[in-house]
């Protein structure tokens, strides 16, 4: 396995009565946090729960920081990774957060107990409470600073912000920034805000239907994706189309038309080359990107 | 520390390269002292809300420039920069600017004479 990956998805199938999921294929690389970004059900969670062998695969094969987790995943492995669920668990309800906070510190030899209090204190958690007691961000935060209190090397955060508040939400995302600054981390996480995407990822990994559409490094994704409104003496809807990169043109009034592109450059060269005027530009964001990726995976799985 | 770093997302300009002609701008000009300091890539990719990534491939950049000078382990540091090297850096900044302007005219059908005439008028709005 490459040493520069933290986790990597070979074919990985999964098939349920009411889902497929995959034929998966995802290298992570490590020391980046990935975002993987998709519609609801469209098997995010599911494939957190094959990493961690908490569900099997049908096929294909798993690695995490090298060692391959088809066979089960031992005692050992499970003490670099931490896991944040997307939902806390009902049978916990009547446990004291100290309390689950004292099995944590049994399983896993890095616990650091002053790391854990520092996390409580910035987060403003009282571990005494019970955990069905805590109100539904509180219980968040404390399981946030339980996935971090040992300091594991790789990262799984599934939908980490819901129910947070936006100060918990700005905190949440300045402990994760320290978390990473000694540049041999890993963070692979989920999310649907698009401003905690923007904020943290370095790569997102686009989902739908139980298949990955595409994987982008994130600057490069947002600078290639644009609409541009070009102008033209001579320019047509058909003239239009063959922008390169183009995804959709839209008539904008008399020789404008608004046309979006995925290879901005490429598309700004040509206008130029053409003698068109870009009258103005605007960048796409990322729920944008996501629809017309969407789009695109629709056409191209009709056309087959 | 934060430096002062804007980026615009609507331009067509790429973001490393954004970033990279502040920060020299910021070195050149000595507002960031030798020997100073930068805040880790991470910490700088998280200030200008951009990946690790770019910030990198800025950093690496200016490293190759000898601009910057990265100690294994510490950090990156702003390097010693000659005071030849900084007057060919200060005008380079220049320059590259002043094209973009001719550009930007360019795109509106500005004519050589106009574009004259509204340079005047900067210089002696800022120089007078």
């Known amino acids: 396995m490459n040493e520069t990956l933290a986790i990597q998805l070979d074919g990985v199938e999964q098939s349920r009565s009411n889902f497929k999921l995959g034929p998966l294929h995802m290298s992570i690389p490590k020391g980046y946090i990935t975002a ?26 798993i690695e995490l920081l090298g060692c391959n987790v088809n066979q089960g995943m031992d005692t050992e492995l499970k003490k670099r990774i931490g896991y944040l669920h997307d939902q806390s668990s009902s049978h916990e309800n009547n446990m004291i957060g100290a309390a689950k906070a004292e099995f944590h510190r049994f399983w896993y030899d890095d616990w650091d107990i002053n790391r854990y209090r520092e996390l409580l204190h910035i987060l403003e958690v009282e ?72 904020r943290l990822a370095d790569y997102i990994v686009f989902m739908a239907q139980g298949r990955v559409l595409g994987m982008y490094e994130k600057d ?18 058909k003239k239009a189309a063959e922008l390169p990169g183009q995804c959709g043109v839209e008539h904008a009034g008399a020789t404008t038309f608004r046309i979006t592109t995925n290879k901005a450059a490429e598309a700004e060269e040509w206008c130029a080359a053409e003698g068109y005027q870009i009258v103005s530009r605007q960048a796409l964001e990322l729920d944008e990107i996501m629809s017309a990726l969407l789009q695109q995976d629709r056409l191209h799985s009709r056309r087959n | 520390m934060r430096l002062p770093i804007q980026i615009n997302e609507q331009s067509a300009e790429p973001l490393y390269h954004q970033i990279e002609v502040q920060l020299r701008a910021l070195i050149v000009s000595g507002q960031l002292a030798e020997g100073m300091l ?6 700088l990719a998280q200030t200008v809300k951009c990946s690790v990534i770019t910030v990198k491939r800025v950093y690496n950049d200016l490293e190759a420039e000898g601009l910057l000078r990265t100690r294994q382990g510490t950090g990156t540091y702003v390097a010693q920069v000659g005071d030849q090297e900084r007057d060919r850096h200060r ?7 002043l094209e973009q302007a001719v550009v930007a005219a360019k795109r509106v059908q500005c004519t050589e004479e106009e574009l004259k005439a509204i340079f005047q008028e900067a210089l002696s709005k800022h120089y007078d």
């Open chain 1, 36 to 61: 993987i970004v998709g519609p609801n059900g469209c098997g995010k969670s599911s494939t957190f729960r094959l990493m961690l062998d908490l569900d099997k695969a049908d096929k294909g094969t």
């Open chain 1, 127 to 198: 571990d005494h409470l019970m955990l069905g007691k805590m109100s539904k961000g509180m219980r968040r935060k404390f399981e946030f600073a339980l996935a971090l209190a040992h300091g594991p090397e790789l990262l799984l955060l599934d939908e980490p912000s819901s129910g947070l508040d936006p100060l918990a939400w700005k905190t949440m995302i300045e402990v994760l920034h320290r978390y990473m600054d000694r540049g041999d981390r890993t963070i692979l996480m989920t999310s649907h805000i698009i401003e905690e995407v923007k």
């Open chain 1, 220 to 237: 490069e994704l947002f600078s290639s994706w644009f609409t541009l409104f070009v102008s033209g003496a001579e320019l047509t809807a």
């Open chain 2, 38 to 43: 930068l805040p880790s890539i991470r910490e």
């Open chain 2, 91 to 97: 005008l380079a900044a220049v320059v590259e600017a």
